[in-house]
Every structure is written in C-alpha cells, then in structure tokens.
C-alpha cells in the first residue's frame, strides 16, 4: 500500500496570512500519463470532505483561487495565499494512483 | 445540483451485518466510480471499497473478507454489506461518485454507524 504522510499535522493560521501543508508518498504518484494523482480535501467541522484539489494542482469547480497545489513524484504542498475564517478543518492529501487508495493522516488547521 | 443521499440502520450488535445504500440525483449513475468510504469518530478517513465504471469492484484488503459492494453500473442505488461488525467498524460512512483524475468528486452527507451491545 502506498503511505500517505502528511506535515505538520497540526496548523495555527492568521486570517489573511498564507498557510502550507505537506504531503509525502512512499511510491511516485506520477502516472504514465503525466498526470500527478494526488487529491486535496478540506473536511470543515460537522460537513463532509469536499475535493480541492486534483491531479496535484487542478482546482475543483468552485473552489476559491487562494488554493493552489503543487508538487511532483512523492512530495506535494497545497497553499493557501490569504487564510480566510472559512479555511478552518482538517485537510487531507490522498492518492488515487492505486488500490487501496489512502490517505494522509490530516492536517488540522485553526485560527489563532 | 447533484446529491448523493445515504442510507441505512445506524445501530448494530457486534456480530450483525451493517447494509447502506447509496443513490445519486440530479445526476447520472452510470460512467462513474462509486466509493464507500468511512471515518471512525475522532479519526481520518479510511478508504472501503468501489465498484468502477465498468462494474469492477476493488476493495481494502483489511475489510476483503467482510465485505462487499454492489450496484448495477447504468441504475440507482448501489450498496455496502459488511458482515460480522465489531466496535472497531463504528464510524462515520460515506459515498463519494468520481471520474478519472476526479475519483472522490461528489460526497454525501455521511451516515453514522454505531456498533454496541
């Protein structure tokens, strides 16, 4: 299985601040096709995870510009430029590269 | 707008067998990847299984031999049996409808299980 690791596990963010989260894989995500298969979900407290981020840097329809995603192969980063009070939640990284997919472990983040 | 809507018997004896169900609407059922996938209280997520767009189903290897996904790949609603539930399959389930790249695009609002005796 591939393992998912995410950094730091816990965040206190500054309303208009930027913030950054890591995320690690054991294998190379990095598709034959080109494509980078690492997803970003942000779980806001008491909602259901909604995706961000595909693909490693593709936004979701709707999402706001603020979020962007990067990286390649096993190390990957999902920023926020401008932390808003609505940011607040858990986000986790997951592949879907393979089965079983997997997650990270989540990264919590909160306003100071 | 689509939306998934869950459900299923929220409470269980250790033993039972736990069965949800899953149904898509303003949406189409068909072409998608259909993914369980649950959330112990306090905890992450924790991938179960889904059945692909061609019917094909792939399944967490720690739940294989409890589990099974169901679901007629062109009609509503596709389902999750697991059977012989203990403490430790108490959590949050949620269904999630995707495409390539896109795998966990649409979720639904989640069903809480509680297994007790």
């Known amino acids: 299985d591939i393992v998912m690791t995410q950094s730091p596990l816990s965040l206190p963010v500054t309303p208009g601040e930027p913030a950054s989260i890591s995320c690690r894989s054991n294998q190379s995500l990095l598709h034959t096709d080109g494509y980078n298969y690492l997803d970003w979900f942000l779980q806001r407290p008491g909602q259901s995870p909604q995706l961000l981020i595909f693909?490693?840097?593709n936004r979701a329809s709707g999402v706001p510009d603020r979020f962007s995603g990067s990286g390649s192969g096993t190390d990957f980063t999902l920023e926020i430029s401008r932390v808003a009070a609505e940011d607040v939640g858990v986000y986790y990284c997951?592949?879907?590269?393979?089965?079983?997919?997997?997650f990270g472990q989540g990264t919590r983040v909160e306003m100071k | 707008q689509v939306q998934l809507q869950q459900w299923g018997a929220g409470l269980l004896k250790p033993s039972e067998t736990l069965s949800l169900s899953c149904a898509v609407y303003?949406?189409?059922?068909?072409?998608?990847?259909w993914n369980w996938i649950r959330q112990p209280p306090g905890k992450g997520l924790e991938w179960i299984g889904e059945i692909d767009r061609r019917g094909n189903t792939n399944y967490n290897s720690s739940l294989k031999s409890r589990l099974t996904i169901s679901g007629d790949t062109s009609n509503n609603p596709f389902s999750l049996t697991l059977t012989s539930v203990t403490a430790a399959d108490t959590a949050v389930y949620y269904c999630?409808?995707?495409?390539?790249?896109?795998?966990?695009?649409?979720w639904g609002k989640g069903t809480t299980v509680i297994v007790s005796s």
């Open positions: 693909w490693a840097s």
């Open positions: 997951m592949q879907p590269l393979q089965t079983p997919r997997t």
């Open positions: 303003g949406g189409s059922f068909g072409g998608y990847y």
């Open positions: 999630a409808r995707g495409v390539d790249g896109r795998l966990l695009a649409d």
